[in-house]
């Protein structure tokens, strides 16, 4: 799992613009070397209700990222665990076996995008 926290990113002048006047800024979440080669298998915006959790798997071809939206979650990936708030990312890779807890009283809104090598990145859930 790589993390990355929102209010540790600079905003920096997108690449398309002037650096000296831009007209909109970013926050670098991943950069292509950080993903790997593939095709775009799912964007979703994704709620988890509060007091909810997703079960444990993994996927077999398929990075995954998510980005919190909105709320506070726990995640684990692997051995690895992580508060996430708004703003912050996870990047799991194939075979990592990931699950995420909303232990507050409020939805949490989060994106999921996943990037298979294959044609499918099938979906294995752990006991």
Known sequence: ??????????????GHEDPKNPGVWKKVLFRKDDL???????????RLPAG????????????????VMTGEVRIRVGE???ILGPGDAVLIDPHE??????????EVDYIAIGIAGGPDGKTVLVP
Request: glycine fraction near 4%; avoid cysteine.
């Open 97 to 106: 076996v990931h699950q995420m807890w909303n232990d507050g009283d409020q």
């Open 1 to 14: 799992m790589r993390q990355i926290l929102f209010n540790d990113q600079q905003f920096v002048a997108a």
């Open 80 to 82: 690895q665990d992580a």
């Open 52 to 67: 909810n959790s997703f079960a444990a798997h993994y996927h077999e071809d398929m990075q995954e990222i998510f980005i």
């Open 36 to 46: 790997r080669p593939g095709r775009i298998q799912m964007v979703n915006w994704a």
